[in-house]
């Protein structure tokens, strides 16, 4: 079956702009996951999605946000956009987010002018 | 709050030679946790969780409460092993979000 699926693979952005991030989990998978990664903080949780609802929100400003269809797919954006949001977003996905074994897409790479 | 330590940033072993990836983690209550790996230019990917106390491709991982950790072990290590190992931790039920260390790269040495 298919993974999960991320578009776009790259986007560059200046700075000030917003940007939508989209994710498909595989089939049957209904909750979904953000994760934001870059070389100095590592992985951090967003956000996590079940059933179009948002059940976990990790430690990030207002900017970034997200929503989930009632087809489970996701998508998260971020509104005005700064330098420091350069980062690899992963998304992942699972049956009910639950047990921790999460599939993981090959992400997003933002890059903020 | 949680959170998962992984001293090493870099481990080169020999092919052959036993590896042991360190994870320790601070979490008051009772976590779970997993490993991730991450091979070049794959995804990442869950290799075990404890609560499995499965072997997969060779590694084990057992949690020790005691000390808070959660090492990953292999006894002889493979080429094929070099990767970025991550550890990760779940709050239990409830939760449904991971928190992960910053990872170990692994290297083995032919």
């Known amino acids: 079956k298919a993974g999960v699926t991320q578009t776009p693979r790259y986007l560059i952005k200046t700075r000030g702009q917003q940007v939508t991030l989209s994710c498909s989990p595989i089939s049957g998978h209904r909750s979904v996951s953000w994760y934001q990664q870059t070389p100095g903080q590592g992985l951090q949780f967003l956000f996590e999605?079940?059933?179009?609802?948002?059940?976990n929100k990790g430690n990030f400003p207002g900017r970034f946000s997200g929503r989930q269809f009632s087809n489970s797919r996701s998508e998260m954006n971020v509104s005005t956009l700064e330098l420091g949001d350069s980062a690899l977003y992963l998304c992942?996905?699972?049956?009910?987010?639950?047990?921790?074994?999460?599939?993981f897409g090959s992400g997003t790479r933002l890059t903020v002018v | 709050a949680q959170r998962v330590t992984q001293p090493e940033k870099l481990l080169s072993v020999f092919k052959g030679a036993p590896v042991e990836l360190k994870c320790n983690y601070s979490?008051?209550?009772?976590?779970?946790l997993f490993w991730y790996v991450q091979y070049s230019r794959q995804r990442l990917q869950l290799l075990l969780r404890h609560i499995s106390r499965e072997s997969i491709k060779g590694f084990t991982a057992d949690l020790n409460k005691g000390e808070t950790s959660f090492h990953l072990k292999k006894p002889f290590a493979q080429e094929e092993d070099s990767a970025m190992y991550y550890c990760a931790l779940r709050s239990g039920a409830g939760s449904y979000q991971l928190t992960f260390g910053k990872g170990t790269k692994l290297s083995v040495i032919p």
């Open positions: 999605y079940f059933s179009e609802t948002q059940r």
């Open positions: 992942a996905s699972s049956l009910a987010g639950t047990g921790g074994g999460y599939t």
């Open positions: 979490y008051s209550g009772s976590p779970e």
